[in-house]
């Protein structure tokens, strides 16, 4: 093989193996799957607290393990007066992906983990149950000049943030579509936000450093941001024949269609694809973006066959049925990610190797150095 053929294949180190994982597998030609379960039976018969111990603890629980667990996570709901003080003076221009990420970061400063990382299982409840605080506290201080509490019936995570964001008793329906879509996002192997999170691990750096950089990888519209970006493309056509031509159009174009395509997944496609989508159609089957959605995905079908839609594709949809507004898409993602990026960290911590891959140069010869006056 050339160097130039060496190089195609491994372009964004596509099919290289970087390190051992007992967490997921996920395209080995049984779907995806959490410590051997498959996703189909997760997200059909667990909420998302059941998936969030299970990477914590590598096990499944009991009723008994599950009710303590998630009474642990909504004891960690409040925010302190300093992060509010801090969140408070983020402007709403700023894109909430980087407010999480500030969040994340300033927890680092005001609750630090222990040098010995013996208290890493306290924080990683602590940011489960903090980050859809976060994001509700600063999004009603930023928008309306409100200072919401963190009072709440709701038990799940799911249905708390619902309940916070829109400020009412969420509809059944909207928590299980959201139990859904949270356990879907919570693992995914090697994806870019994770390797993230496992690389600064392995400095022997704290959780909060990992968890803030793993957001910073999530952000971009390649990974998590793709959920947003799908949005976008689905709103921008206002009928099935509007879309069909337009979504031809970007083809012909080489645009990137958001939301479709993945590293990992080959023609098979995503399977999270198929489990978001019956919510998306169960919450939203008669509306415009529900039939715009399913215009695109069939003209991909036929067009572009290796280029299958992933979890993203349908989640887009389903948040805005659930009235959440497009910005909040991501940030959702990082509320249940943070508990696969913590199940690495600490398999990272338990058998640690610094991270640190080595580069082909391609860059000058050795050369002479001219001093500046003489340049
Ligand atoms: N729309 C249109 N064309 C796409 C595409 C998409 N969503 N995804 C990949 N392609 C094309 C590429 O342009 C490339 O074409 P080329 O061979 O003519 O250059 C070819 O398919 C191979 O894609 P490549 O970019 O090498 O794949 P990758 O493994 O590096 O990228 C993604 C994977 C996910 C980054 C890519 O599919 C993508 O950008 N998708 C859209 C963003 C998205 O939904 N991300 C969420 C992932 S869960």
């Not at 389903?318 to 508990?339: E, K, Q």
């Not at 391609?362 to 002479?368: A, D, E, Q």
Request: charged share 25%; aromatic share 10%; with cysteine.
């Amino acid at each position: 093989m050339s160097m130039s053929e060496a190089k195609k294949k491994t372009g964004g180190l596509a099919g290289v193996v970087a390190g051992e994982s007992a967490i997921c597998t996920c395209g080995l030609g049984n779907g995806l799957n959490y410590y051997g379960y498959a996703i189909e039976d997760l997200a059909n018969h667990a909420e998302f607290e059941e998936i969030a111990f299970l990477l914590q603890y590598a096990q499944l629980p009991n009723s008994k393990e599950l009710e303590e667990y998630k009474n642990k996570i909504i004891a960690q709901r409040e925010l302190s007066e300093n992060l509010k003080t801090i969140l408070k003076a983020i402007p709403k221009e700023t894109h909430p992906m980087n407010l999480m990420q500030t969040a994340v970061a300033a927890l680092g400063a005001l609750e630090a983990e222990k040098e010995d990382f013996s208290n890493q299982d306290e924080k990683i409840i602590r940011l489960l149950g903090i980050l859809p605080s976060v994001l509700c506290y600063w999004h009603h201080f930023v928008h309306f000049g409100k200072e919401i509490d963190f009072n709440s019936n709701q038990k799940s995570i799911a249905g708390y943030f619902l309940e916070k964001l829109q400020e009412q008793d969420p509809k059944e329906d909207f928590i299980k579509a959201m139990q859904c879509s949270l356990i879907l996002y919570a693992e995914h192997e090697f994806n870019a936000s994770t390797f993230t999170a496992r690389t600064c691990a392995s400095t022997k750096s704290d959780i909060f450093s990992a968890v803030a950089a793993a957001i910073g990888a999530l952000r971009g519209p390649l990974h998590g941001g793709a959920n947003e970006a799908a949005m976008g493309l689905i709103e921008s056509f206002s009928s099935v024949e509007e879309a069909i031509e337009g979504v031809n159009r970007k083809l012909e174009n080489k645009e990137l269609l958001m939301g479709f395509g993945h590293r990992v997944y080959g023609l098979g496609g995503d399977p999270r694809n198929a489990l978001i989508k019956v919510w998306s159609k169960h919450l939203g089957g008669e509306t415009l973006i529900f039939k715009v959605s399913e215009a695109i995905e069939n003209l991909m079908k036929e067009k572009k066959p290796n280029l299958p839609p992933n979890a993203d594709f349908y989640s887009a949809s389903a948040y805005h049925f659930m009235g959440i507004p497009t910005a909040y898409f991501t940030p959702i993602f990082i509320m249940s990610r943070v508990s696969g990026w913590c199940a690495h960290i600490k398999e990272q911590r338990a058998n640690n190797k610094l991270i640190r891959p080595s580069s082909e140069y391609i860059g000058p010869s050795p050369r002479k150095f001219i001093k500046i006056q003489d340049r």
